[in-house]
Protein backbone atom coordinates (compact mmCIF):
# COMPACT_ATOMS: atom_id res chain seq x y z
CA UNK A 1 0.00 0.00 0.00
CA UNK A 2 1.22 3.25 -0.72
CA UNK A 3 1.97 5.54 2.15
CA UNK A 4 0.96 8.79 2.17
CA UNK A 5 4.59 9.92 1.98
CA UNK A 6 5.23 8.25 -0.87
CA UNK A 7 2.08 9.88 -2.48
CA UNK A 8 2.87 13.05 -1.61
CA UNK A 9 7.28 12.74 -2.66
CA UNK A 10 6.29 11.76 -5.97
CA UNK A 11 3.56 14.80 -6.80
CA UNK A 12 5.87 16.74 -5.45
CA UNK A 13 8.69 15.70 -7.41
CA UNK A 14 6.86 15.65 -10.46
CA UNK A 15 4.82 18.82 -9.63
CA UNK A 16 7.90 21.52 -10.41
CA UNK A 17 9.39 19.90 -13.53
CA UNK A 18 6.36 20.26 -15.66
CA UNK A 19 5.78 23.87 -15.62
CA UNK A 20 9.56 24.29 -15.18
CA UNK A 21 10.61 23.34 -18.29
CA UNK A 22 7.58 23.75 -20.54
CA UNK A 23 5.49 26.60 -19.45
CA UNK A 24 8.08 29.40 -19.75
CA UNK A 25 9.60 28.33 -22.85
CA UNK A 26 6.56 27.82 -24.24
CA UNK A 27 5.62 31.42 -23.42
CA UNK A 28 8.78 32.50 -24.47
CA UNK A 29 7.76 30.89 -27.99
CA UNK A 30 4.39 32.04 -28.21
CA UNK A 31 5.74 35.19 -27.34
CA UNK A 32 8.33 35.74 -29.72
CA UNK A 33 5.99 34.82 -32.59
CA UNK A 34 3.36 37.19 -31.69
CA UNK A 35 6.24 40.20 -31.67
CA UNK A 36 7.19 39.13 -34.91
CA UNK A 37 3.56 39.43 -35.84
CA UNK A 38 2.37 41.55 -34.48
CA UNK A 39 4.77 44.28 -35.63
CA UNK A 40 3.16 43.99 -38.89
CA UNK A 41 -0.58 45.18 -37.54
CA UNK A 42 0.55 47.71 -35.25
CA UNK A 43 1.42 50.90 -35.76
CA UNK A 44 4.99 52.69 -34.68
CA UNK A 45 3.47 53.85 -31.46
CA UNK A 46 1.71 50.68 -30.59
CA UNK A 47 5.02 49.14 -31.10
CA UNK A 48 7.09 52.12 -29.29
CA UNK A 49 4.26 51.01 -26.39
CA UNK A 50 4.75 47.45 -26.70
CA UNK A 51 8.64 48.18 -26.08
CA UNK A 52 8.03 50.08 -23.00
CA UNK A 53 6.57 47.26 -21.67
CA UNK A 54 9.12 44.73 -22.15
CA UNK A 55 11.47 46.86 -20.80
CA UNK A 56 9.36 47.74 -17.71
CA UNK A 57 8.68 44.13 -17.05
CA UNK A 58 12.88 43.02 -17.28
CA UNK A 59 13.17 45.81 -14.59
CA UNK A 60 10.53 45.01 -12.70
CA UNK A 61 11.13 41.17 -12.54
CA UNK A 62 15.20 42.34 -11.90
CA UNK A 63 14.10 44.28 -8.93
CA UNK A 64 11.68 41.77 -7.66
CA UNK A 65 14.52 39.33 -7.07
CA UNK A 66 16.16 41.47 -4.46
CA UNK A 67 12.84 43.71 -3.09
CA UNK A 68 10.52 40.34 -3.81
CA UNK A 69 12.56 37.51 -3.23
CA UNK A 70 15.78 38.81 -0.69
CA UNK A 71 13.14 41.33 1.08
CA UNK A 72 16.02 44.10 0.92
CA UNK A 73 13.95 47.36 -0.09
CA UNK A 74 16.11 48.99 -2.90
CA UNK A 75 15.05 52.44 -4.41
CA UNK A 76 18.44 52.87 -6.81
CA UNK A 77 17.21 50.20 -9.44
CA UNK A 78 16.58 52.86 -12.11
CA UNK A 79 20.39 54.06 -11.09
CA UNK A 80 21.29 50.35 -12.27
CA UNK A 81 19.39 50.57 -15.22
CA UNK A 82 20.89 53.65 -16.50
CA UNK A 83 24.32 52.09 -15.74
CA UNK A 84 23.72 49.34 -18.35
CA UNK A 85 22.14 51.64 -20.72
CA UNK A 86 25.26 54.21 -20.76
CA UNK A 87 27.83 51.21 -21.02
CA UNK A 88 25.66 49.50 -23.77
CA UNK A 89 24.58 53.09 -25.80
CA UNK A 90 28.23 54.01 -25.94
CA UNK A 91 29.61 50.24 -26.67
CA UNK A 92 27.27 50.39 -30.03
CA UNK A 93 27.15 53.94 -30.75
CA UNK A 94 30.94 54.30 -31.08
CA UNK A 95 31.69 50.52 -32.28
CA UNK A 96 29.64 51.88 -35.00
CA UNK A 97 31.56 54.65 -35.53
CA UNK A 98 34.79 52.79 -35.47
CA UNK A 99 32.90 49.89 -37.67
CA UNK A 100 31.24 51.51 -40.00
CA UNK A 101 31.81 55.18 -39.97
CA UNK A 102 28.61 56.22 -39.00
CA UNK A 103 25.68 55.73 -36.61
CA UNK A 104 22.86 55.26 -38.78
CA UNK A 105 20.59 52.11 -38.15
CA UNK A 106 22.00 49.30 -40.98
CA UNK A 107 19.39 47.30 -42.25
CA UNK A 108 18.89 43.57 -42.33
CA UNK A 109 17.80 40.95 -39.48
CA UNK A 110 21.16 40.85 -37.76
CA UNK A 111 24.78 42.36 -38.68
CA UNK A 112 27.47 43.77 -36.88
CA UNK A 113 24.89 46.00 -35.33
CA UNK A 114 23.36 43.55 -33.67
CA UNK A 115 26.39 42.02 -32.40
CA UNK A 116 27.68 45.24 -30.98
CA UNK A 117 24.35 45.60 -29.20
CA UNK A 118 24.33 42.36 -27.78
CA UNK A 119 28.33 43.12 -26.69
CA UNK A 120 26.83 46.50 -24.98
CA UNK A 121 24.32 44.83 -23.23
CA UNK A 122 26.05 42.27 -21.42
CA UNK A 123 29.13 44.88 -21.00
CA UNK A 124 26.27 47.38 -19.20
CA UNK A 125 24.78 44.33 -17.85
CA UNK A 126 27.92 43.21 -16.21
CA UNK A 127 29.15 47.02 -14.96
CA UNK A 128 25.78 47.20 -13.36
CA UNK A 129 26.11 43.59 -11.32
CA UNK A 130 29.86 44.71 -10.27
CA UNK A 131 27.70 48.17 -8.61
CA UNK A 132 25.35 46.47 -7.45
CA UNK A 133 28.11 44.22 -5.39
CA UNK A 134 29.59 47.22 -4.07
CA UNK A 135 25.47 48.53 -2.81
CA UNK A 136 24.77 45.48 -1.86
CA UNK A 137 27.58 45.62 0.38
CA UNK A 138 26.22 47.84 3.24
CA UNK A 139 22.69 45.87 3.08
CA UNK A 140 24.03 43.73 5.35
CA UNK A 141 24.25 46.55 8.26
CA UNK A 142 21.19 48.39 6.77
CA UNK A 143 17.91 47.20 7.23
CA UNK A 144 14.47 48.74 5.71
CA UNK A 145 14.37 52.73 5.77
CA UNK A 146 18.20 52.85 6.22
CA UNK A 147 19.35 50.53 3.17
CA UNK A 148 16.32 52.33 1.31
CA UNK A 149 18.25 55.60 1.61
CA UNK A 150 21.31 54.18 0.68
CA UNK A 151 20.37 52.81 -2.55
CA UNK A 152 18.40 55.92 -3.52
CA UNK A 153 21.17 58.09 -2.71
CA UNK A 154 23.11 55.51 -5.08
CA UNK A 155 20.91 56.43 -7.88
CA UNK A 156 21.33 59.84 -7.48
CA UNK A 157 24.98 59.58 -7.53
CA UNK A 158 24.61 58.16 -10.75
CA UNK A 159 22.72 60.82 -12.17
CA UNK A 160 25.27 63.18 -11.31
CA UNK A 161 27.69 61.94 -12.44
CA UNK A 162 26.07 61.71 -15.90
CA UNK A 163 25.53 64.72 -15.73
CA UNK A 164 29.53 65.97 -16.02
CA UNK A 165 30.04 64.11 -18.74
CA UNK A 166 31.84 65.46 -21.36
CA UNK A 167 30.01 66.13 -25.09
CA UNK A 168 29.66 63.09 -27.59
CA UNK A 169 31.14 62.45 -30.75
CA UNK A 170 28.64 63.96 -33.62
CA UNK A 171 27.63 60.84 -35.85
CA UNK A 172 26.61 63.51 -38.49
CA UNK A 173 29.51 65.65 -38.84
CA UNK A 174 32.41 63.58 -40.75
CA UNK A 175 35.09 65.43 -39.44
CA UNK A 176 34.24 65.04 -35.99
CA UNK A 177 34.09 61.09 -36.73
CA UNK A 178 37.14 61.44 -38.73
CA UNK A 179 39.38 63.01 -35.18
CA UNK A 180 37.54 60.00 -33.36
CA UNK A 181 38.53 57.05 -35.56
CA UNK A 182 41.89 58.27 -35.54
CA UNK A 183 42.19 58.62 -31.69
CA UNK A 184 39.40 56.61 -30.09
CA UNK A 185 40.76 55.83 -27.01
CA UNK A 186 41.98 59.48 -26.10
CA UNK A 187 37.98 60.72 -26.98
CA UNK A 188 37.04 58.00 -24.93
CA UNK A 189 39.16 58.74 -21.85
CA UNK A 190 37.00 61.78 -21.74
CA UNK A 191 33.93 60.12 -21.33
CA UNK A 192 32.00 61.45 -24.11
CA UNK A 193 28.14 61.02 -22.95
CA UNK A 194 27.03 63.97 -23.69
CA UNK A 195 26.12 65.08 -20.24
CA UNK A 196 22.82 66.53 -19.02
CA UNK A 197 21.23 66.47 -22.62
CA UNK A 198 21.70 63.17 -22.89
CA UNK A 199 22.92 60.45 -25.51
CA UNK A 200 21.78 60.85 -28.72
CA UNK A 201 21.89 58.49 -32.22
CA UNK A 202 21.74 55.32 -31.29
CA UNK A 203 20.86 52.78 -33.47
CA UNK A 204 17.56 51.42 -32.55
CA UNK A 205 18.59 47.54 -32.85
CA UNK A 206 16.11 46.50 -29.91
CA UNK A 207 12.70 45.76 -31.58
CA UNK A 208 10.03 43.91 -30.06
CA UNK A 209 11.46 40.70 -30.86
CA UNK A 210 14.68 41.38 -29.27
CA UNK A 211 12.99 42.98 -26.26
CA UNK A 212 10.89 40.19 -25.37
CA UNK A 213 13.30 37.45 -26.06
CA UNK A 214 14.97 38.98 -23.38
CA UNK A 215 11.70 39.31 -20.95
CA UNK A 216 11.37 35.43 -21.80
CA UNK A 217 15.51 34.94 -20.54
CA UNK A 218 15.13 37.46 -17.69
CA UNK A 219 11.95 35.72 -16.68
CA UNK A 220 12.80 31.95 -17.13
CA UNK A 221 16.50 33.02 -14.82
CA UNK A 222 14.26 34.35 -12.39
CA UNK A 223 11.69 31.63 -12.18
CA UNK A 224 14.86 29.47 -11.89
CA UNK A 225 16.18 31.44 -9.09
CA UNK A 226 12.83 31.45 -7.33
CA UNK A 227 12.82 27.72 -7.39
CA UNK A 228 15.80 26.63 -5.78
CA UNK A 229 17.87 26.72 -2.83
CA UNK A 230 19.35 30.27 -3.76
CA UNK A 231 15.69 31.10 -4.25
CA UNK A 232 14.94 29.32 -0.73
CA UNK A 233 17.46 31.59 0.91
CA UNK A 234 16.05 34.81 -0.59
CA UNK A 235 12.77 34.03 1.05
CA UNK A 236 13.98 33.17 4.30
CA UNK A 237 16.20 36.11 4.73
CA UNK A 238 12.82 38.39 4.36
CA UNK A 239 11.15 36.07 6.20
CA UNK A 240 13.02 36.10 9.06
CA UNK A 241 16.95 37.06 9.49
CA UNK A 242 17.92 35.97 12.57
CA UNK A 243 16.09 32.45 11.69
CA UNK A 244 17.86 32.02 8.54
CA UNK A 245 20.86 32.53 10.08
CA UNK A 246 20.76 30.33 12.59
CA UNK A 247 19.26 27.59 9.67
CA UNK A 248 23.06 28.18 8.25
CA UNK A 249 22.02 30.87 5.46
CA UNK A 250 25.06 33.13 4.92
CA UNK A 251 23.06 36.50 5.04
CA UNK A 252 26.31 38.36 3.45
CA UNK A 253 26.63 35.88 0.30
CA UNK A 254 22.70 36.21 -0.63
CA UNK A 255 22.34 39.84 0.15
CA UNK A 256 24.92 40.75 -2.27
CA UNK A 257 23.88 37.67 -4.56
CA UNK A 258 20.27 39.52 -4.60
CA UNK A 259 21.71 42.48 -5.69
CA UNK A 260 24.15 41.47 -8.01
CA UNK A 261 21.64 39.01 -10.15
CA UNK A 262 19.43 41.99 -9.89
CA UNK A 263 21.56 44.57 -10.86
CA UNK A 264 22.67 42.50 -13.67
CA UNK A 265 19.42 42.24 -15.32
CA UNK A 266 18.43 45.65 -14.72
CA UNK A 267 21.69 46.61 -16.76
CA UNK A 268 19.89 44.38 -19.64
CA UNK A 269 16.60 46.48 -19.43
CA UNK A 270 18.59 49.84 -19.63
CA UNK A 271 20.82 48.30 -22.64
CA UNK A 272 17.31 47.84 -23.93
CA UNK A 273 16.28 50.90 -23.10
CA UNK A 274 18.99 52.74 -24.67
CA UNK A 275 18.73 50.40 -27.82
CA UNK A 276 14.90 51.60 -28.35
CA UNK A 277 15.20 54.39 -30.04
CA UNK A 278 15.21 57.29 -27.11
CA UNK A 279 17.54 59.34 -26.01
CA UNK A 280 19.24 58.13 -23.04
CA UNK A 281 19.33 60.71 -20.40
CA UNK A 282 20.78 60.65 -16.51
CA UNK A 283 16.95 61.58 -15.75
CA UNK A 284 16.80 58.01 -16.50
CA UNK A 285 18.52 57.12 -13.18
CA UNK A 286 16.70 59.22 -11.02
CA UNK A 287 14.29 58.20 -8.07
CA UNK A 288 11.33 59.41 -10.52
CA UNK A 289 11.94 55.69 -12.53
CA UNK A 290 13.05 54.59 -9.67
CA UNK A 291 9.80 54.57 -7.71
CA UNK A 292 7.97 53.63 -11.11
CA UNK A 293 9.52 50.19 -11.08
CA UNK A 294 8.62 49.71 -7.36
CA UNK A 295 5.33 50.12 -8.09
CA UNK A 296 5.12 47.24 -10.73
CA UNK A 297 6.48 45.37 -8.43
CA UNK A 298 4.30 46.39 -5.51
CA UNK A 299 1.56 46.11 -8.14
CA UNK A 300 2.13 42.40 -9.34
CA UNK A 301 3.20 40.89 -5.80
CA UNK A 302 6.17 41.07 -4.02
CA UNK A 303 8.09 37.94 -5.09
CA UNK A 304 6.06 37.11 -8.00
CA UNK A 305 7.61 37.01 -11.63
CA UNK A 306 3.90 36.84 -14.13
CA UNK A 307 2.93 39.55 -11.69
CA UNK A 308 5.17 41.60 -12.08
CA UNK A 309 5.20 41.28 -15.72
CA UNK A 310 1.41 41.77 -16.01
CA UNK A 311 1.37 44.41 -13.70
CA UNK A 312 4.41 45.76 -16.21
CA UNK A 313 1.97 45.28 -19.01
CA UNK A 314 -1.12 47.45 -16.82
CA UNK A 315 1.13 49.81 -15.61
CA UNK A 316 2.51 50.88 -19.30
CA UNK A 317 -1.16 50.73 -21.00
CA UNK A 318 -3.25 52.38 -18.52
CA UNK A 319 -2.18 55.48 -18.86
CA UNK A 320 -2.79 55.22 -22.71
CA UNK A 321 -6.49 53.09 -22.26
CA UNK A 322 -7.14 56.27 -19.88
CA UNK A 323 -6.25 58.74 -22.62
CA UNK A 324 -9.80 60.06 -23.63
CA UNK A 325 -10.46 61.44 -19.81
CA UNK A 326 -7.22 63.31 -20.44
CA UNK A 327 -5.89 65.48 -17.79
CA UNK A 328 -8.11 63.47 -15.30
CA UNK A 329 -6.37 60.07 -15.83
CA UNK A 330 -3.67 60.60 -13.69
CA UNK A 331 -6.01 61.28 -11.08
CA UNK A 332 -7.59 57.76 -11.97
CA UNK A 333 -4.43 56.20 -12.43
CA UNK A 334 -3.31 57.09 -9.00
CA UNK A 335 -6.90 56.02 -7.47
CA UNK A 336 -6.24 52.71 -9.11
CA UNK A 337 -3.17 51.99 -7.29
CA UNK A 338 -4.03 53.30 -3.55
CA UNK A 339 -7.52 51.11 -3.82
CA UNK A 340 -5.45 47.89 -5.44
CA UNK A 341 -3.31 48.55 -2.26
CA UNK A 342 -6.44 48.11 0.28
CA UNK A 343 -7.71 45.73 -1.77
CA UNK A 344 -4.98 43.34 -1.75
CA UNK A 345 -2.41 44.67 -0.72
CA UNK A 346 0.21 41.90 -1.18
CA UNK A 347 -0.07 42.91 -4.88
CA UNK A 348 -2.29 40.66 -7.76
CA UNK A 349 -0.68 37.50 -6.52
CA UNK A 350 1.51 37.94 -3.24
CA UNK A 351 4.53 36.36 -4.01
CA UNK A 352 3.10 32.82 -5.74
CA UNK A 353 2.21 32.88 -9.54
CA UNK A 354 -0.55 32.89 -11.99
CA UNK A 355 -0.45 29.22 -12.93
CA UNK A 356 -0.24 28.04 -9.39
CA UNK A 357 -2.57 30.48 -7.67
CA UNK A 358 -5.33 27.57 -7.83
CA UNK A 359 -3.84 24.55 -7.28
CA UNK A 360 -2.07 26.27 -4.25
CA UNK A 361 -5.09 27.75 -2.74
CA UNK A 362 -7.02 23.84 -2.94
CA UNK A 363 -3.70 23.20 -0.87
CA UNK A 364 -4.35 25.54 1.71
CA UNK A 365 -7.33 24.25 2.88
CA UNK A 366 -5.72 21.06 3.89
CA UNK A 367 -3.35 21.66 7.17
CA UNK A 368 -6.03 21.89 9.27
CA UNK A 369 -5.96 17.97 8.96
CA UNK A 370 -2.70 16.95 10.33
CA UNK A 371 -3.02 15.04 13.51
CA UNK B 1 41.23 15.95 23.40
CA UNK B 2 38.29 16.39 25.99
CA UNK B 3 35.59 13.71 25.99
CA UNK B 4 32.72 16.06 25.02
CA UNK B 5 31.01 16.70 22.15
CA UNK B 6 30.25 20.51 23.58
CA UNK B 7 32.63 21.85 25.26
CA UNK B 8 32.03 25.62 26.57
CA UNK B 9 34.18 26.96 29.39
CA UNK B 10 33.61 30.54 31.18
CA UNK B 11 31.49 31.77 28.67
CA UNK B 12 30.70 35.40 29.56
CA UNK B 13 28.65 38.43 27.90
CA UNK B 14 27.55 41.71 29.67
CA UNK B 15 25.79 44.50 27.58
CA UNK B 16 26.94 47.40 29.28
CA UNK B 17 27.21 46.73 33.07
CA UNK B 18 24.71 43.86 33.03
CA UNK B 19 26.33 41.02 33.28
CA UNK B 20 23.93 38.68 31.40
CA UNK B 21 26.17 35.40 31.32
CA UNK B 22 28.86 34.75 33.29
CA UNK B 23 31.57 31.91 33.18
CA UNK B 24 28.96 29.79 31.50
CA UNK B 25 30.50 26.20 31.58
CA UNK B 26 28.82 23.22 29.45
CA UNK B 27 30.24 20.17 29.16
CA UNK B 28 27.99 17.72 26.79
CA UNK B 29 28.84 14.74 26.09
CA UNK B 30 27.58 12.85 22.59
CA UNK B 31 24.05 11.60 22.70
CA UNK B 32 23.84 13.16 26.09
CA UNK B 33 20.23 15.18 27.06
CA UNK B 34 20.92 18.06 29.28
CA UNK B 35 18.86 20.29 30.65
CA UNK B 36 19.35 24.08 31.34
CA UNK B 37 17.26 25.64 34.06
CA UNK B 38 16.60 28.58 36.05
CA UNK B 39 13.70 31.64 37.12
CA UNK B 40 13.01 33.75 34.15
CA UNK B 41 15.85 36.70 33.02
CA UNK B 42 18.97 34.27 34.48
CA UNK B 43 20.41 34.13 30.97
CA UNK B 44 18.95 30.85 29.42
CA UNK B 45 18.67 32.23 26.43
CA UNK B 46 21.57 34.20 26.15
CA UNK B 47 23.36 31.28 26.47
CA UNK B 48 21.97 29.92 23.55
CA UNK B 49 22.43 32.96 21.35
CA UNK B 50 26.04 32.54 22.59
CA UNK B 51 26.53 29.10 21.84
CA UNK B 52 24.62 29.74 18.38
CA UNK B 53 27.29 32.57 17.72
CA UNK B 54 24.00 35.03 17.49
CA UNK B 55 26.10 36.95 20.53
CA UNK B 56 29.79 36.85 20.19
CA UNK B 57 31.27 35.93 23.73
CA UNK B 58 33.44 38.38 25.30
CA UNK B 59 35.37 35.36 27.78
CA UNK B 60 35.77 31.98 27.19
CA UNK B 61 36.43 28.80 25.06
CA UNK B 62 33.87 27.12 23.24
CA UNK B 63 34.33 23.71 20.95
CA UNK B 64 32.01 21.14 19.27
CA UNK B 65 34.02 18.26 18.28
CA UNK B 66 37.07 19.57 18.93
CA UNK B 67 36.35 22.06 16.16
CA UNK B 68 36.92 25.67 17.47
CA UNK B 69 33.56 27.74 17.13
CA UNK B 70 34.08 30.74 19.64
CA UNK B 71 34.08 33.67 17.33
CA UNK B 72 32.47 31.55 14.26
CA UNK B 73 29.14 33.65 12.75
CA UNK B 74 25.96 31.87 12.92
CA UNK B 75 25.99 30.07 9.63
CA UNK B 76 28.73 28.69 10.18
CA UNK B 77 28.15 27.33 13.74
CA UNK B 78 25.05 25.70 12.38
CA UNK B 79 27.04 23.88 9.39
CA UNK B 80 29.59 22.67 12.35
CA UNK B 81 26.94 20.74 13.74
CA UNK B 82 24.54 23.23 15.83
CA UNK B 83 21.62 23.73 15.76
CA UNK B 84 18.18 25.48 17.47
CA UNK B 85 14.71 26.05 17.90
CA UNK B 86 13.28 29.75 19.24
CA UNK B 87 11.83 30.25 22.07
CA UNK B 88 9.11 32.54 19.99
CA UNK B 89 8.57 30.65 17.37
CA UNK B 90 10.88 31.75 14.23
CA UNK B 91 9.48 29.68 11.00
CA UNK B 92 9.63 31.54 7.68
CA UNK B 93 5.57 31.90 7.64
CA UNK B 94 5.41 32.92 3.98
CA UNK B 95 7.03 29.30 2.77
CA UNK B 96 5.20 26.23 2.52
CA UNK B 97 6.21 23.83 5.53
CA UNK B 98 8.43 21.71 2.83
CA UNK B 99 10.28 24.91 1.88
CA UNK B 100 10.91 25.98 5.66
CA UNK B 101 13.00 22.01 6.10
CA UNK B 102 14.41 22.32 2.33
CA UNK B 103 16.00 25.57 3.53
CA UNK B 104 17.39 24.00 7.02
CA UNK B 105 19.45 21.19 4.39
CA UNK B 106 21.29 24.58 2.81
CA UNK B 107 24.17 24.64 4.25
CA UNK B 108 24.98 21.10 3.70
CA UNK B 109 24.81 21.44 -0.03
CA UNK B 110 26.29 23.60 -3.24
CA UNK B 111 24.64 26.70 -4.33
CA UNK B 112 26.51 27.84 -7.34
CA UNK B 113 24.11 30.52 -9.44
CA UNK B 114 25.59 29.33 -12.66
CA UNK B 115 24.19 25.75 -11.86
CA UNK B 116 20.88 26.96 -10.65
CA UNK B 117 20.51 29.58 -14.03
CA UNK B 118 21.34 26.15 -16.07
CA UNK B 119 19.63 23.62 -13.86
CA UNK B 120 22.89 21.27 -14.28
CA UNK B 121 22.36 17.56 -13.09
CA UNK B 122 24.25 17.88 -10.36
CA UNK B 123 21.85 20.99 -9.11
CA UNK B 124 18.78 19.03 -9.95
CA UNK B 125 20.00 16.04 -8.18
CA UNK B 126 20.83 17.80 -5.27
CA UNK B 127 17.09 19.54 -5.02
CA UNK B 128 15.80 15.88 -5.41
CA UNK B 129 17.91 14.95 -2.67
CA UNK B 130 17.26 17.49 -0.10
CA UNK B 131 13.21 17.07 -1.19
CA UNK B 132 13.62 14.04 -0.29
CA UNK B 133 15.08 14.09 2.90
CA UNK B 134 12.80 16.95 3.50
CA UNK B 135 9.94 15.16 3.54
CA UNK B 136 11.43 11.78 5.24
CA UNK B 137 12.20 14.18 8.50
CA UNK B 138 8.21 15.43 7.68
CA UNK B 139 6.83 12.27 7.41
CA UNK B 140 8.84 11.04 10.91
CA UNK B 141 7.36 14.40 12.49
CA UNK B 142 3.75 13.63 11.36
CA UNK B 143 3.97 16.80 9.05
CA UNK B 144 4.11 15.31 5.58
CA UNK B 145 0.19 16.04 4.96
CA UNK B 146 0.69 19.78 5.30
CA UNK B 147 4.18 20.19 3.52
CA UNK B 148 2.53 22.24 1.29
CA UNK B 149 0.77 24.33 3.34
CA UNK B 150 2.02 27.89 4.70
CA UNK B 151 4.02 27.77 7.60
CA UNK B 152 2.16 30.02 9.53
CA UNK B 153 -1.33 28.24 8.72
CA UNK B 154 -0.26 25.97 10.81
CA UNK B 155 -1.89 24.74 14.33
CA UNK B 156 0.36 25.87 17.11
CA UNK B 157 1.67 22.65 18.32
CA UNK B 158 2.51 21.54 14.83
CA UNK B 159 4.76 24.85 14.43
CA UNK B 160 6.83 23.93 16.95
CA UNK B 161 7.49 20.85 15.74
CA UNK B 162 8.20 21.88 12.40
CA UNK B 163 10.93 23.81 14.05
CA UNK B 164 12.14 21.02 16.01
CA UNK B 165 12.15 19.21 12.46
CA UNK B 166 13.52 22.20 10.54
CA UNK B 167 16.42 22.58 13.19
CA UNK B 168 17.02 18.84 12.40
CA UNK B 169 17.38 18.94 8.69
CA UNK B 170 20.92 21.25 9.23
CA UNK B 171 21.98 17.53 10.19
CA UNK B 172 23.36 18.63 13.79
CA UNK B 173 25.79 16.79 16.32
CA UNK B 174 23.64 19.15 19.01
CA UNK B 175 20.32 20.08 18.87
CA UNK B 176 19.44 22.84 21.08
CA UNK B 177 15.88 23.46 22.05
CA UNK B 178 14.50 26.53 23.94
CA UNK B 179 11.73 26.24 25.81
CA UNK B 180 9.47 23.70 22.90
CA UNK B 181 6.98 22.80 25.53
CA UNK B 182 5.78 26.40 25.64
CA UNK B 183 1.94 26.50 25.33
CA UNK B 184 1.31 22.94 24.90
CA UNK B 185 -0.82 21.30 27.04
CA UNK B 186 -0.15 18.41 29.62
CA UNK B 187 -0.76 15.27 26.68
CA UNK B 188 1.30 17.39 24.17
CA UNK B 189 4.10 17.88 26.44
CA UNK B 190 4.24 13.49 26.87
CA UNK B 191 4.32 13.56 22.98
CA UNK B 192 6.66 16.07 23.33
CA UNK B 193 9.22 14.10 25.53
CA UNK B 194 8.79 10.92 24.23
CA UNK B 195 9.94 12.81 20.28
CA UNK B 196 13.06 14.41 22.10
CA UNK B 197 13.84 11.09 22.97
CA UNK B 198 13.11 9.21 19.76
CA UNK B 199 15.02 11.75 18.18
CA UNK B 200 18.21 11.99 20.09
CA UNK B 201 18.46 8.32 19.47
CA UNK B 202 17.33 7.87 16.34
CA UNK B 203 19.85 11.22 15.04
CA UNK B 204 22.17 9.92 17.17
CA UNK B 205 22.92 13.43 18.86
CA UNK B 206 22.99 15.63 21.81
CA UNK B 207 20.55 17.70 22.72
CA UNK B 208 20.76 20.51 25.14
CA UNK B 209 17.00 21.63 26.11
CA UNK B 210 15.70 25.05 28.16
CA UNK B 211 12.54 24.20 29.60
CA UNK B 212 9.96 26.04 32.51
CA UNK B 213 8.07 22.78 32.67
CA UNK B 214 9.64 21.12 35.57
CA UNK B 215 8.04 17.59 35.32
CA UNK B 216 9.35 17.30 31.84
CA UNK B 217 12.84 18.55 32.88
CA UNK B 218 13.69 15.90 35.52
CA UNK B 219 11.71 13.62 33.44
CA UNK B 220 14.22 13.57 30.00
CA UNK B 221 17.16 15.12 31.45
CA UNK B 222 20.52 13.16 32.50
CA UNK B 223 22.28 16.39 33.63
CA UNK B 224 21.04 19.61 34.54
CA UNK B 225 23.15 23.05 34.70
CA UNK B 226 21.04 25.93 37.20
CA UNK B 227 21.43 29.37 35.54
CA UNK B 228 20.71 32.73 37.82
CA UNK B 229 21.23 36.20 37.49
CA UNK B 230 23.83 35.09 34.65
CA UNK B 231 26.03 32.79 36.74
CA UNK B 232 25.26 28.58 37.07
CA UNK B 233 24.37 27.97 41.09
CA UNK B 234 24.62 24.36 40.62
CA UNK B 235 25.27 21.27 37.80
CA UNK B 236 24.34 17.44 38.52
CA UNK B 237 21.53 14.62 38.00
CA UNK B 238 17.57 15.50 38.64
CA UNK B 239 17.82 14.40 41.75
CA UNK B 240 21.06 16.53 43.19
CA UNK B 241 19.55 19.39 41.56
CA UNK B 242 15.92 18.68 43.21
CA UNK B 243 17.40 18.67 46.81
CA UNK B 244 19.83 21.65 46.18
CA UNK B 245 19.38 24.23 48.61
CA UNK B 246 20.47 27.44 45.76
CA UNK B 247 17.56 26.00 43.31
CA UNK B 248 15.25 25.97 45.79
CA UNK B 249 16.24 29.63 46.83
CA UNK B 250 16.65 31.19 43.84
CA UNK B 251 13.19 30.20 42.56
CA UNK B 252 11.21 30.28 45.66
CA UNK B 253 13.15 32.57 47.37
CA UNK B 254 15.22 32.52 50.85
CA UNK B 255 13.66 30.90 53.73
CA UNK B 256 13.41 34.33 55.59
CA UNK B 257 11.55 33.69 59.63
CA UNK B 258 8.29 34.38 60.19
CA UNK B 259 7.83 37.62 61.07
CA UNK B 260 6.89 38.17 65.20
CA UNK B 261 3.31 39.37 65.50
CA UNK B 262 1.78 37.18 63.08
Known amino acids: MPSALDATTNAQLRRPNLPLITLPWLACALLGLAMLMLGRFLGSYQETLMQQVGIFAIAAVSLNIVNGLAGQFSMGHAGFMAVGAYVAAATTYYGSLLHFNTAELQPGLFNFGHVLMLIGLLAGALVAAALGYLVGLPSLRLRGDYLAIVTLGFGEIVRVLLQQTSPQVNGKDPAEIAAFTDAPLRTLARIPLNGALGFEGVPAYATNLWIWTFVGITCLAAYRIKESSSGRAFLSIREDEIAARAMGINLTKYKVRAFVLAAFFAGIAGGLLAHAGVTTSPIDAGFQRSFEIIIVVVLGGLGSISGAVLAAIVFVLLPQVLHPIKDYRLVIFALLLISMMLLRPKGLFGVREIWNILPRRAAHTKPGATP | ?262
Do not use: W
Open chain 2, 1 to 262: MSTFLLDAQNLGISFGGLKAVQALTLQIPPNALHGLIGPNGAGKTTAFNLLTGVYKPQTGSMTLNAQNLMGLPPHLIAKAGLSRTFQNIRLFGELSVLDNVMLASHCRGHHSIVATLFRSPTFLAQEQAMRRRAMHLLDLFALAPAAHAQAKSLPYGDQRRLEICRALATEPRVLLLDEPAAGLNPSEKQALAKLIQTVKAQFNLAVLLIEHDMSLVMQVCEQITVLDHGCTIAHGTPSQIQSDPRVREAYLGEPTPTPAGT
